[in-house]
């Protein structure tokens, strides 16, 4: 019995299985377009060995970690470095074992999934991860690496992606994008393979850890005067266009909420000093991360980079935890996040205009079919991201689909995005993207809501057309 | 291939289908009771040709094009009126091109499903639009309005329809239906066949455009004083009697929320005071409305008129759309919506009194399971309204049974209503209920948790029954 | 046709149900654990004869009669007891005689699934409730009552009950549970049957009736000054200690939100100080059981105790009816319920401790996929417990599975419990979870998700395993 079954996330009744198989098979070899995600570029622009099997495939995944701590397992029994110099575990080995002992935790969750995918199709393996065979897994993954074509580049050819983009700060120098630029490899097939995705939150929100520093930073590699409003914006303009040359072709905004405002000029400057003073209250804080989602949508508007929002996140829940490992631990959590009179400020400025191109996702399920499809399947500034972070798994992918389409459509929709770091997990989750797609519309085919003709076209919008058009890639 | 398949809408597995198709043929032909829509009375008063295919099925319908404008199409290119006097299509066979030319926007969509059901069933056409046959269809269906089996009392026979409300204003002088009285077509049938339905928000909501000359113009209708509270309330209880003289047995409300108040006599004439001065704010605007909603349950308690509560709805979400092209033009967007404090005031005077019968509906589905049902499920004065607007589809009828019944039954429900204007659309929409709610019965049968005796007089019940008795026709 | 189909819950698709009966067949006969519920610990105490078959099945059943009332049915009428005196039936038939008329109006519930199986797998009966043989069922079971095999132990031991929870307020004298010490039925397998569990709401909530009263009886049954705030938390350990003499493993809070708080001493004084002088504000007796929460958490890391955390009810939604009946009769309403920014004050200090645990129920479905899983999936303290009161049930409980697997896993949530005091419902309700339990599983090895082997241990776990350990029976 092979690790990965043909039929894997298909619906079960067989007519069903059966068409949504033959719009698989249609669409299954289509090249990846990644238009967001968190992949290192120095991965394609050094082209180094990765690591060791932990480091690649466990330590940069807080889906695994957070499971394994809400069991019991210690973060620095798995390896995760903590800014109090408590003793870490440094063998591959024995993270590699221990996540093998937990790794019944994992039933029926995507992780499960995308791992079994990665031994099955990098790897070549045959069975999943238990504590008998973790030795074996890990020295023939570990063997694996050390080889050319395991390296980055090869991998990214292998799993025939045709773009990515990464996501930086604008303080970050990209200087692995710049390296790139001059590399023959990224535009081998003529357009360029990595591109970047400008994520200026830590520029933006007053709340940032250094925000001040930051935007003393920024304006030292813009060269404005960022202790102003308009040198401020004009940092960002330039910072915008300076991204725009490693590629770039969309902004993205992770801020506590969707709110959004449009104040007076005034107002916007007695904000900005605040913010710069440190001396802003929670609420101001608030606002002035609202005023300048507007002032993004100005400059898209101008510059033509698509904004992406992803709202509703309480980054670090834990302070004992954001203490002790910083940010990024897997104890970012949801909350309910509303998007009518929060995004009203912007539209009403702006929503009207096809020049610019808003993505919207959610960690909040109930905004998809109150919200966010009603608001996208209407206003022509406005696209839907698909199923999200805790949601980017079968059955929020479906959920996705059910409570979306019958307001929206699909072109209000943008296609899949992978959204991590877990270079290797890619291919697994445009896998688990297409065909839960594919069952949805063979769904719709069974009962006759759909022709099966129009499910083809779909299934190529919804796997590849939609997201490059959205992402202007 | 035909249009439509008998199957459509049906669940894929076999059996389940298999028992569904029996539930469906005892309950497909029964006839349709329409108790909530926004049809033109004078259709029906007058019995006037359609004009053109795009008058009937395309501008009155902003499902439509709100899906259209969302991917760029611009509304005047659909031909409707702006209020500003920019130029505007006035060819039909135009604006029904450019329909035909992105009409696959709309798979997937209940609008697609809608327009075929009336290609097929009305006019007899064995495909769907497309730009290639945009013309021949538009010439078919033209040729078919002119035809005198074509006209709103022939199509309203053919669909078998026996009885349809209308919504108007309370400053309607309900001409149509007065017209409609002394007409034979009206009662040939015995009963009523077209009744009007009360919708006092343009005297109830203060922030109703032109709210204090419409409460004057209410005084002048009613002969009451509508300067003071009590001649107000007066003017209220005078023109429910008129519309139940032409035959409304329900009241309508569509607040933007679900508030309710029970508020002393001597506040009740000081807000009423500053809602006719202009001088109130937005929370005593809300007050108003909430406490207009109980004196509205006191008067159906006396009169026995069935309330319908619609709350949730940001109405003209867009201000320059709403400047443009003024109200119901696809920029409502649903909000959360709380029910459980917001009607206590309400229940806590008259909620268990058997006489009184409000119908819930709401846009917001995550109170269906939490807020709805259970409410519904225990006080005697509450029903639930069917699935409503953007969840007047397959997937939201499907959610709003299978969160429902455990808890308040299928009893606490009312059937199904259509509330559309789109006249032709009815017996699509009616047949889209019908095939939904006997695919849900079909499963509960297929899982052993009704028999199936059960499910066809739940089927009856749901299908024509429930409406009947909850709206008292 | 037997009352019940043996693939009764069970999915329709003939692969995916051939799956789950093979499941099935391997739980279906585990021990019940009922870790947590209502019956009467005088039932096992005493062992005397239930009275007759509308005191054992319908008036005990809030369920029952919050339906039939919600139709039109008065609760008099049902033998409900008032507080002021009205007539009320004493006839035990003919209250068996009105529910049999109104039956129908159960289709699709849960209540008629769990009096048919009461039916068939208690009484024996071939036939569902009817007008027809409401007298001749009526006299069967009756007779059966008086027999010794339907004694409560008898009942007990042929339910294969391995132990079952009661809960009590710190005010009971658990006389019930003091007697089953000393007898020898209660430690004949080894372990006690009947356990307590510690309710304290009514001497932590200070809108309890009677709190002021209720803390001083507190302070008399322990032995502590419970007009200071040292002895109050005093009393709490002391009390918590008898609870855990009389077999207590748990704590259960039923709090209107999931609030939380962790406030300087000194504060803790004055909240207590003015809840016991009834001079307290609404919002700062949410912040009193906010703080008590946290108290209970820390007694919870020295004394073991789990602690359940029901929150989201509005209780006794009608004055009327509590004034005229009481708590508890059908009433009580789910709202809105936040927990992600409300149990942060008790998760930042006791969040990382794995001594302690915290089992969170929810009325508000919408928290399982944005919140709850969240959480639950990564602070060692926390786990979800199964969908609850309006959502014990089929479609609640696939619902909970589906939001929950794929971000929290299965480790993370406590196997059902069936929170009735509803006696002979316990089996039925137990069977329904592991039907639906088993068809989830199945559904997931159908699709590839899971392998059988997995599923199978994983059955295990949700029907006895995880409930043992969540609880520490």
Redesign the interface.
Known sequence: MPL??P??????????RTIARRLYKEIKDAPIVSPHGHTDPSWFADNAAFPNPSALLIQPDHYVF??L????VKLEDLGIPTHHGSAVETDPRRIWRLVAKHW???????SA?WLDHVFQEVFGLEEGLSVANADSLYDHIDACLQRPEFRPRALFERFNIEVIATTESPLDPLAHHGKLKNDPWQTAKGRPRVVTAYRPDPVIDPDFEGFAANVARFGELTGENTRTWEGYLNAHRNRRAFFKEHGATSTDHGHPSARTADLPLAECKVLFDKALSGKISRDEAELFRAQMLTEMAAMSIDDGLVMQIHPGS?RS?????LARFGRDK??D????T?Y??AL?PL??RF??D?RLSIILFT????SY???L????????A?KLGPAWW??D????MRRFR??T????????TVGFNDDTRAFLSIPARHDVSRRIDCGYLA??V?????KED?AL??AHDLTYRLAKQAYRL
């Open positions: 990965l079954h039929d894997r996330l298909f619906p079960a009744d067989p007519d069903t957070r499971m701590f809400s069991q019991g019944p935790l994992f039933r029926g969750t995507p999934m309480w829940h834990s302070p004992t935890m897997g104890f959590i949801p909350m309910q509303e009518v009179g009203k539209l009403d929503g009207l096809p960690l909040d399920e109930t079919s109150r919200e499809a009603p608001l996208a399947g209407v206003y022509p406005l805790f949601f798994a079968p059955e929020g059910e409570l389409t019958e307001t929206a459509g699909f072109a209000n769904r719709l069974a009962e006759h809501r759909l129009e076209e779909l």
